[in-house]
């Protein structure tokens, strides 16, 4: 399982950032969102996958006493999660407004703000 | 009980950023509110300074938990005097932000936006958990992107695409690292992992984690080589906007890498050569940047990241002289450069344009006026009693004893190249005869404007400059200060006995 999810994890980071680097803003957005993804799924791996272990203690003993999964990191994810919808959100409607303005979707268009005024 | 205190200056502007919120389309009750609810966190936050140096680190615990598990928060003197910058510079910004910033942008919740992004600061300075610090930063950059592209004019959607990609970016290295972090130690408590890092068997991980927050904070703070966005994003949104950011944003990626590499990541050989090449290569790229740019606005963005490199080499030596130098540089870069940015807001509105191929004239027509905006840019270059001239002091001296003639040789060409830069905007737009300007009829002048409206342009300028002027004259205090905090820095004892108590 941790070695599917970390091939899975490298592959998401990989296209995030392939695509990143292509011209086209949509692209661009695509790759910010499977990198978000990738950044989730590699805290999830890292807290240790604990199999069918709920962190909770049973009523007659007072401390853990076997192996139990963590669950700081899905609380982290979780806010990671709803951070990056937040954030990629607000990108679509950036660009949706840019490309509106602007009226190109290449990356390499955006130079007015370099020249001289 | 008392050291809930320093979480003050955080709720206030919460509760402002929320109340602002009703007050929609009602633009004049919305000046008067941001300007009392800033003026108000700024006094709070003058009173958690005081507290805070009279009385040592205070921290205090979230929902009561205790240190590792919760989330602490930790005042210590670093922290509170950057508590007292952003308060300072907040007040500032929103007396000249009702005056300077266009109804159309005011009235789709400009202030509300303001207050939430002055709260994310504070968080980030006063937190003392690493994924809440990433919490802050992203409250902080969502706020800001709201700010940069508020008004969706041409050439400021172009800059927010490029800010909000590279910002976006670095927060995802910054989470990477995060995770790898907690997968290493199973703790975010910052005093905890400084605990626990050595005691990792796996030291090349932990290397690479280091490598990870440096390039995320390194975006965010403007370095060598992954400043770019900066230059093409600070000029676009109005002053007010760009002076919060200039004055503060990038300081958040100083304060963290100061924070992450002095607690968490000690003596680490090799992220400190990388730090101080880093350094000298972002002080080149910046001065020169700036030399040649002809927008007055663009010239104050590569000196952004010519000063930044100061910082961060002061960091990268790693002695307490070198860290109490960079820590005033700090304090004083954040009061100049907003002033520089909020200096150009008004050159605007004098003459309608930021250009220096057409500024001219100004020292003529409004002598007073150009006296007041000589103060912050000869503090910048750093003329002896000002308060450029003290930090510098204390890098060159630290270069020296360290003998590294490279950073030496880097701050003081770095100077020259500001010196270059700031002499080449005061001959061309404050000495030399003026042109005759086409202005467009709906263009307001700043002779017709209102006496108060006047003030509220001029009175935040002399406010910052009568601070860097205290900075200056008044610079032994200061160094009081920076050299408490370094030495804060270096010896972690107090800071963990904060925390775990």
Redesign the interface.
Known sequence: MEILLAITTGILYAAGIYMMLRRSMVKLILGLILLGNGVNLLIFLLGRITKGKPPIIPEETKVFEDLFADPVPQALILTAIVISFGLQSFAIILVKRAYKVLKTDDLDQLNTTDEDS | MNEQIIILPLLLHLVFSISLMFFWTNIKAQKVLSITGSFLAMCASIWVFIYVWDNGIQTFQAGNWEAPFGITFVGDTLASILVLLTGITGFAVSIFAAVSVIKARLRFGFYSVFHFLLMGLNGAFLTGDM?NL??WF?II??SS??LI?LG?E??Q??????Y??LN??A??IF??G???L??LT?T?NMADLSQKIPLVNNQALVDVTAFLFLVGFGIKSAVFPLYFWL???Y??PPSAVSAIFSGLLTKVGVYALIRVFTLIFVNDSFIEIMLQSLAILTIFSGGIGAII???IR?VFSYLIICHIGFMIGGLGLFTEVAMAGAIFYLIHDIVVKTNLFLVSGLIYRLKSTT?LDRLGGIYKSYPKLSLLMAIPLFSLVGIPPLSGFWPKLSLLLAGFNEGNYWYFGAVIFGSLLTLIAIAHVWAKAFWEDGKEIKKSKKFIEFNQLRKYQKMQYVAPIVFLAIVSLYIGFGAEHIQQVSLRIANEVFDKQAYFDAVFK
Do not use: C, D, R
């Open positions: 994924f990433y919490v992203e950059i969502i992107f709201v592209s969706g041409k050439n959607l172009e800059g927010a695409v490029k909000f990609t976006f970016l927060s995802m989470l990477t995060l995770g790898v907690y997968g199973g975010l230059p093409a994003s000029h676009t740019q002809k927008n663009k250009s």
